[in-house]
Every structure is written in structure tokens, then in C-alpha cells.
């Protein structure tokens, strides 16, 4: 790795790339916990688009999902034959159908994410300082929440 002189992009890149690279390294251990609850990455990606409450339309995912809408909606009717979602009619205009988490789609999503955030074994390995300054670093990047809350957090001291 280069020295903390370059440039900023460079540093970016140089912080960067050892992060992808463990991300993607570690998809077997994602992909293990999918299928322990027969779901695939897109079927994930939209539990977590979801929830039980607020309504989202087959255009508003499909637009979130950079994907058509008869994608979006294979997508759906999976989630839909399982049970872990449903469609509904929109008050007001019941040509247009919004979907939202089952009870047990939200208790799948939950469960799924709290699997996916317990850390890999090869983190694990780092000593206690490296563990404390990855934290640190990657607390400040912004990131959309998932409908299930992070574990609370413990004193940047610990």
C-alpha cells in the first residue's frame, strides 16, 4: 500500500480496494445464510425494501432496483408465493397494487439480517485495536438503514 502523502482519490482507492476485495471474498458466507432460508440476493434486496407498513409500488421498486417492472414483479410473486410479501390495493386507485412485508416476511428479513451482521471468523482474527479503528472509520460513511436497527452500538473507549 502507498503512504498517507497521495492524494486523496488514491488514499480512497487504496482504503477501498481491501474492502471489496473482503466483501466479495466472504459472498460464500452470505450466501449460506440466503439459502438456509431459501431466498436468493434479489430476494433480500427487496425484503429490505419493504416493510409491513408503507406501500411500495411496482415502479417505485423497480426504479430503486435499476431493473423493469416484469422483473420487479417476478421478484414480488416469489416473495408473494412464499408469504413473506403481499400486494394491495391503493386507496384511491385500485388499478395500482403497492407491496408490503407480511408478518412473516418481516421476521424473515430480520432474522436474515441479523445473521448476515454477525462478523465473518477472519475478523475475528484482527486484534482489538484493528477492530476498533475499522469501526471508527466505517461508523462515519453514510448508509441507508435497513428496516431492522444495527446492534447498539458500544463507547468508542471499549
Not at 79 to 86: I, V, W
Amino acid at each position: 500500500m502507498g503512504t498517507d502523502r497521495g492524494s486523496k482519490q488514491t488514499l480512497a482507492r487504496e482504503a477501498w480496494q481491501p474492502l471489496a476485495r473482503y466483501f466479495f471474498d466472504t459472498v460464500r458466507q452470505r450466501q449460506r445464510i440466503l439459502a438456509a432460508y431459501g431466498l436468493t440476493p434479489n430476494d433480500m434486496r427487496a425484503l429490505a425494501a419493504l416493510d409491513t407498513e408503507t406501500g411500495r409500488t411496482m415502479r417505485e421498486l423497480a426504479e430503486e432496483w435499476a431493473c423493469d417492472a416484469s422483473n420487479a414483479t417476478w421478484i414480488v410473486d416469489r416473495l408473494e408465493e412464499r408469504g413473506l410479501a403481499e400486494r394491495r390495493t391503493v386507496p384511491g386507485d385500485r388499478r395500482v397494487k403497492s407491496v408490503v412485508l407480511t408478518s412473516r416476511g418481516a421476521k424473515t428479513r430480520d432474522r436474515v439480517l441479523h445473521a448476515m451482521f454477525e462478523p465473518p471468523p477472519e475478523l475475528l482474527e484482527l486484534d482489538r485495536a484493528d477492530l476498533v479503528a475499522i469501526r471508527d472509520a466505517v461508523s462515519r460513511l453514510p448508509f441507508t438503514p435497513f428496516g431492522v436497527p444495527l446492534p447498539r452500538r458500544r463507547s468508542r473507549t471499549a
